[in-house]
């Protein structure tokens, strides 16, 4: 039976990557690079983090979460191993993949499987024992898949977990549904999720859909609800110097940043809020304060990391301890 890697457990490395593209980071990627090492001078005070640079390891972009694997071990043997989906850039956001393709076997040779289907890491969320999918952004992926035996497929690669699929996604991701900025598991029996009660919002169905398929979980899994904001919108300076290159999605003012919080980095009792300079920052710290009062809560400005198109958790990977000793990538401070 295998025994999958809860991302949020205090034994382990989280991965991140410094930020490089001029066509997605604008100013060189000069902010985004500021960004992630104000990131990591948080995270490196409780957790330990190796940063991966275009320099060390090649990749096209940092969404570490979506293309290294899902790591789980079995009982018939105590290494750990990965599931890696197929990748195709997110659907078509991105067409130069073919060093995110070949990360994983870079940086962990042949203990990574592959798949008969197509998607990322962001898409899924677990606590051991029920695994919660976008499932919106995974059919995207698999037009050609049946969604009966879509679900099937899953159901069986990630055995023994229960999936539950959540079929929406809010308006503003690129990403068509990704599990992470919609609901995550943050420890075995908490996850967080994004609500609004605002009838007017854009994303009101989708958050009201979202608490009708979380309702199908047990009642011990408590529930948190974390304030969704309007979509935003980058401002003309955010987006002036960007390279526009063929085959990636062309990132302009019209283009809405989604900020969700449950797009959250958790290690053990620590947890890192994103912030985006809005209302709700407070209100979702105030909430989480409340609600998990044995953690250790920082915050961090991720606004550069949204106008990549991800956020905290799809630029972070976390990787199990045995895996961390053995990776031979020399880490670098952004």
Known sequence: MRHWFKEYAGEQQLLLAVPFRDDVWRDQAKPARQALSNLRDNLSAVI????????????????????????????????????????????????????????????????????????EGGMFSHNGEWLLVGFTSLCKRNPGYPAAQLKQRIAEDFAPLRPVFIETCLSADETFGHIDNLALFINDTTLIYSATDDPEHPDYPACRLVQQQLALLPDHIRQIALPLPYPQWPTSPERSGLKSAAGVMKRDTSVALLCSYVNVIVVGHHLVLPQYGLAEDDIALSILKSALPDYRIMTVNAREFVLGGGGLHCISHSLPRPLAQSLTVVDHAP
């Not at 694997?69 to 009982?75: G, Q, V």
């Not at 993949?97 to 042949?110: M, N, P, W």
């Open 48 to 119: 330990d983090v190796c940063c991966l640079t275009p320099e060390t390891v090649a990749y096209d972009d940092i969404w570490l979460r979506d293309t290294l694997p899902l790591w789980f071990i079995d009982d018939t043997r105590d290494d750990w191993r990965g599931l890696l989906p197929q990748f195709d850039g997110w659907g078509g956001v991105q067409s130069h993949i073919e060093q995110d393709a070949r990360l994983s076997k870079q940086l962990f040779g042949e203990v990574v499987t592959g798949t008969d289907w197509t998607g």
